[in-house]
Nanobody, 115 residues
Framework: QVHLVDSGGGLVQAGGSLRLSCAAS????????MGWYRQAPGKQRDLVAR???????YYADSVKGRFTISRDNAKNTVYLQMNSLKPEDTAVYYC?????????WGKGTLVTVSS
């Protein structure tokens, strides 16, 4: 059974950095897209960034130039390096992966950016 574990959130001051990680395990044959979403209190869950098996990436406009997504296929892991964090980046961050043609989610990790 596929299982995703995301981690790396925490409290950071504005301008600081955090690195999120998400590792997948259990019955994995192939992983296509890996991505990160976030959900702020009272708001919908939005796509932050994604990386395809080809290595191509996509970023939401709000994080371009500040966040970098990467993947380690040998470890079935996706990372999100977040720099120059802003208070508006505060949210629960969820990883998502398309594994064996199914879509899976992590439980989320809270990122809080203080001003």
């Amino acid at each position: 059974q596929v299982h995703l574990v995301d981690s790396g959130g925490g409290l950071v001051q504005a301008g600081g950095s955090l690195r999120l990680s998400c590792a997948a395990s259990g019955g994995i044959f192939s992983i296509n897209v890996m991505g990160w979403y976030r959900q702020a209190p009272g708001k919908q869950r939005d796509l932050v960034a994604r990386v395809f098996s080809s290595g191509s990436t996509y970023y939401a406009d709000s994080v371009k130039g500040r966040f970098t997504i990467s993947r380690d296929n040998a470890k079935n892991t996706v990372y999100l390096q977040m720099n120059s964090l802003k208070p508006e980046d505060t949210a629960v961050y969820y990883c998502s992966m398309q594994i064996n043609r199914g879509n899976y989610w992590g439980k989320g990790t809270l990122v809080t950016v203080s001003s």
